[in-house]
């Protein structure tokens, strides 16, 4: 089976700060630029979803992309119109060449404002 990076996603991270008001406010924080990332996408089967389940973790969708230090379990997939949250991150090989990410679908919060802030 081929394991060609065709889809578009985007990942991000939620952060609370305060304004100058003091009110808090919460930012929708691009780990990588608007250009957005190049993965592999599979929806598990129904065999894998009840092994994880069974595990203890709730699987539903599987994301091989490029290495990326930044990407964390807990950040936030967007996958066409849809919000994944990231339940964990498998980089066993250590060749820091691909990452597979398994998250499962989210309900999308309401953001003040978006940014990206190159690091």
């Given at each position: ?41 599979r929806e598990l089967s129904e065999k894998e979803k009840f092994a994880a389940k069974e595990a203890g ?53 309401v953001y003040d404002y978006e940014e990206y802030t190159?690091?």
């Amino acid at each position: 089976m081929s394991q060609i990076k065709d889809k578009l996603i985007g990942i991000f991270e939620v952060k609370s700060e305060r304004d100058l008001g003091g009110n808090e406010v919460k930012i929708k924080r691009y780990i990588h630029n608007r250009n957005r990332l190049h993965t592999y996408v599979r929806e598990l089967s129904e065999k894998e979803k009840f092994a994880a389940k069974e595990a203890g973790a709730e699987t539903s969708i599987l994301f091989r992309l490029n290495y990326n230090k930044r990407v964390r379990a807990g950040q936030f997939i967007e996958f066409r119109g849809d919000t994944y949250i990231i339940v964990s991150i498998d980089s066993f090989e250590y060749y820091q060449r691909d990452l597979t990410v398994r998250a499962e679908k989210v309900k999308p919060e309401v953001y003040d404002y978006e940014e990206y802030t190159e690091q």
